[in-house]
């Protein structure tokens, strides 16, 4: 089977498990990942079909919040590729792309191209437009409130103190959001987190003076 024809069995399978997951790791996080990841690694020259399959998979085991198993998305992502008879060296390479990919506290430089692509496309669905609309839409699963002037954000440094973090969803801004744009690999993708971030900043901007009346 051709390689094109793997993706978008893989795609639709991805799309099945995912559909209906609202807590910002739905199939349409992995579909903006994708679409990103075709752009990032073609400007960067990368393995496109590692960085489509990482970009799908990347996610996989995040529907049902397994708790603190880290291997279970390496693992449901290998199974799926071995299904659609994907060769061994590939599916290594995107197991380590996915063992490398997450933001749980401390972040992780990936070691090859195709990762690096992969994690600055994840990284940057968390920032612009569609970075504030997932933000307050995780706060409200959690029953964050969306602002509380009283309480100032923390810098976290533990999965376990990320984990556990109970702030207003604009805190969540400073405490990961605006940090993402020091954290690109690629070219392509500092350059897009810029434009990004810029738009983050102006809507913070209108946010607080809005909150005072001022707006
Ligand atoms: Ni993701």
Redesign the pocket.
């Known amino acids: 089977m051709d390689t094109q024809k793997i993706i978008s069995f893989i795609a639709s399978d991805v799309e099945a498990r995912l559909s209906g997951e609202g807590s910002g790791?739905d199939w349409w996080?992995?579909y903006r990942?994708w679409k990103m990841s075709q752009r990032i690694g073609g400007e960067e020259q990368a393995d496109m079909q590692i960085v489509e399959m990482a970009a799908l998979l990347?996610?996989i085991a995040?529907w049902k919040f397994h708790d603190g198993d880290e291997d279970i998305g390496p693992r449901i992502a290998g199974e799926i590729m071995g299904e659609h008879g994907v060769s061994s060296d590939v599916i290594e390479h995107v197991q380590l792309i996915i063992r490398e990919?997450g933001f749980k506290g401390a972040p992780v430089e990936p070691s090859t191209l195709e990762g690096k692509v992969m994690q600055d496309a994840?990284r940057l669905?968390a920032i612009g437009a569609i970075g504030i609309a997932r933000c307050f839409a995780y706060g409200g699963h959690k029953g964050r409130v969306l602002y509380d002037p009283a309480i100032e954000p923390v810098v976290m440094t533990s999965k376990e103190q990320y984990a556990k973090n109970t702030s207003p969803s604009i805190n969540h801004f400073y405490e990961k959001l605006l940090l993402l744009k020091d954290l690109m690999n690629t070219d392509t993708g500092r350059k897009l987190a810029k434009e990004r971030h810029q738009f983050i900043e102006a809507y913070l901007e209108q946010f607080y003076g809005e909150w005072e009346g001022k707006l």
């Open positions: 790791h996080h992995i990942v990347h996610d995040d990919s994840d669905d």
